[in-house]
């Protein structure tokens, strides 16, 4: 399996801040990482797949990056609404696995 | 626009065999890949395995030997049989639309709202 390791596991930033999750592949899965945000009692939603591409619908303060074995989520300017759980997937491998997440909270 | 919805027993004791079904609206079943995903409390996203109307299948090496899916594009819904559960299957259980293998798209872009299942005597 295709181990997803993500860094930090916690973060507390403030609005406005600009903050960066970290997603690590245990193999190279080429640009087949998607990201996810999960509020409290919700159902994740998709914001950025391929590795880069930016869902419809979803701000433009998100972006993300990388390939291979690295990758990054991006949050230009954190609004309120932001503060909640991301999780990377990767897709490479028919044997889906997500990262353990990364709760963004309030400062 | 495409809804999921999940239905469930919401109980089930351990050793029984669970049976929970996605029914999709909006949208037609054939086209896609459908994932299965599940949460247990407090905990972060463990994919289940996928499965399209052709009948292509891939399950998570935990869960393989005890998991099921199928699709009846005539009811466009979906189902996941989960046997012999224990106390550790307990979580939210999410079928989500997997745009696998579609041209220039990726991920898991549609989910249902989830369904709580207690695995409890």
């Known amino acids: 399996d295709i181990q997803m390791t993500q860094s930090p596991s916690s973060l507390s930033a403030s609005v406005g801040d600009r903050v960066t999750i970290t997603c690590r592949a245990s193999q190279s899965v080429s640009n087949y990482l998607n990201w996810y945000q999960q509020k409290s009692g919700k159902a994740p939603k998709l914001l950025i797949y391929?590795?880069?591409s930016l869902q419809s619908g979803v701000p433009s303060r998100f972006s993300g990056s990388g390939s291979g074995t690295d990758f990054t989520l991006t949050i230009s300017s954190l609004q309120p609404e932001d503060f909640a759980t991301y999780y990377c997937?990767?897709?490479?491998?028919?044997?889906?696995?997500f990262g353990q997440g990364t709760k963004l909270e309030i400062k | 626009q495409v809804q999921l919805q999940e239905s469930g027993p919401g109980l089930a004791k351990p050793s029984e065999t669970l049976s929970l079904t996605c029914t999709v609206s909006g949208g037609s079943i054939s086209s896609y890949y459908w994932s299965w995903i599940r949460q247990p409390p407090g905990k972060g996203l463990e994919w289940i395995g996928f499965?399209?109307?052709?009948?292509?299948?891939s399950y998570n090496p935990s869960l393989k030997s005890r998991v099921t899916m199928s699709v009846d594009t005539s009811k466009n819904q979906l189902s996941l049989i989960l046997t012999s559960v224990t106390a550790a299957d307990t979580a939210v259980y999410y079928c989500?639309?997997?745009?696998?293998?579609?041209?220039?798209?990726?991920?898991?872009?549609?989910w249902g709202q989830g369904t709580t299942v207690t695995v409890s005597s």
């Open positions: 989500a639309r997997d745009r696998r293998l579609r041209p220039g798209v990726d991920g898991l872009d549609v």
């Open positions: 391929g590795a880069s």
């Open positions: 997937q990767q897709t490479y491998s028919p044997l889906y696995t």
């Open positions: 499965i399209n109307n052709g009948g292509t299948t």
